[in-house]
């Protein structure tokens, strides 16, 4: 009976594996696309179709829901198990009415109901909650921590945000920019600010899709080494622009977008004061919009400090932040689809 039950335990890692990215051969188109039982680590992971292919689903779930009132259940009789390491009101909020949207039923864990790696090993939790539920996000201090679950689970796992990425983040804030501006290529982004995991997720996949990407860190926050190593990579490959910079208005200049992102994470309290000194001048206004493009707009994942933008500019009608964070809901609704189910959406495909 051992034996027979560790046959099936890796037999369907086995499953998990060969439906994964890594054995997929060819180039791959939006007719192609299959993401079905992929997990959600990195974005660095998914070519450019995949994530256009996330996004389509995504507007197409948007569009039947809540533009023309639809009932669709496609999640019906599945659940989902979200480990939340770290508090959240988007990613919780989201992900919760998400999934019970479509039919499922998601359970939602705090550290005092699992303790990944103190009270219960990782890989043991992983494979308990292979047997309970259909899916796992994972919003955790450290990346290994999804890594671990990644390599023990027999169902995916989806990255809620770790310490290095934030995907399903930049999910959200790609679809919020096609949704403004009809499509993404030609963009050019600036980033202003902590060198941190959401700007990560943005240099793992903004080249795929052809916009430009401007950073602006004070030193000493510049972005992981290797991460940039491999978003130059990206850039030369897809023949974006990508640079990096101190200057805050330098990189605002002639750009299309304008993002920034807490100073201080979670974490990262006893920084504060040291940090705030740091990024004195970083502060988004109008003023450093005055250089954007005519057209430009803002984004921030929130929370917002009024340190990082001002008013002014946070609640003008250059801000996105609202639908920003609404389609939260909508891409990790698109992305959980993908991932569990057959689905074709039936709107136009989007002009990416």
């Not at 037999?11 to 993401?35: D, I, Y």
């Not at 499922?104 to 909650?129: K, W, Y």
């Not at 622009?241 to 750009?255: C, G, H, I, N």
Request: proline share 3%; hydrophobic share 40%.
């Amino acid at each position: 009976m051992f034996a027979l039950k560790n046959r099936i335990y890796y037999s369907l890692k086995f499953a998990k594996c060969c439906q994964s990215r890594n054995f997929r051969v060819g180039k791959a188109t939006l007719e192609s696309v299959n993401l079905k039982g992929s997990s959600f680590l990195t974005l660095k992971d998914f070519n450019a179709e995949e994530i256009k292919h996330i996004l389509w689903v995504s507007a197409d779930l948007k569009h039947r829901i809540k533009h023309r009132g639809e009932y669709v259940p496609l999640l019906q009789g599945k659940s989902i198990a979200m480990i939340f390491e770290k508090r959240s009101t988007r990613t919780r909020m989201s992900t919760e009415t998400g999934f019970s949207l479509l039919g499922g039923h998601p359970c939602f864990l705090t550290p005092q109901d699992i303790h990944l790696g103190v009270n219960e090993s990782t890989t043991d939790t992983a494979r308990v909650l292979s047997g309970l539920a259909d899916i796992v996000l994972a919003r955790v201090y450290s990346h290994s921590s999804l890594e671990q679950l990644d390599k023990d689970a027999t169902i995916p796992i989806i990255n809620g945000l770790s310490d290095l990425y934030h995907p399903i983040q930049i999910l959200a804030d790609l679809l919020t920019l096609q949704e403004h501006y009809g499509s993404l290529k030609g963009l050019t982004l600036a980033w202003i600010g902590d060198g941190n995991n959401v700007l990560h997720s943005f240099m793992m996949s903004l080249a795929k899709l052809g916009v430009n990407l401007k950073v602006a860190t004070p030193k000493g926050y510049e972005p992981d080494a290797n991460v940039t190593q491999e978003a130059q990579r990206l850039s030369k490959k897809f023949g974006t622009k990508l640079q990096f910079l101190t200057d805050p208005v330098e990189a605002a200049r002639d750009s299309s977008v304008l993002v920034t992102d807490t100073w201080v994470s979670m974490g990262q309290e006893e920084e504060k004061k040291k940090r705030l000194k740091d990024f004195h001048g970083y502060q988004i206004t109008m003023q450093t919009g005055s250089v954007a493009a005519s057209d430009w707009t803002f984004l921030h994942c929130l929370p917002r400090k009024a340190e990082e933008v001002d008013d002014e500019v946070f609640y003008s009608p250059r801000s996105l932040v609202f639908t920003e964070a609404e389609n939260r809901k909508w891409t990790i609704m698109g992305l959980m689809v993908c991932i569990l189910t057959d689905y074709r959406p039936q709107i136009p495909k989007l002009k990416i």
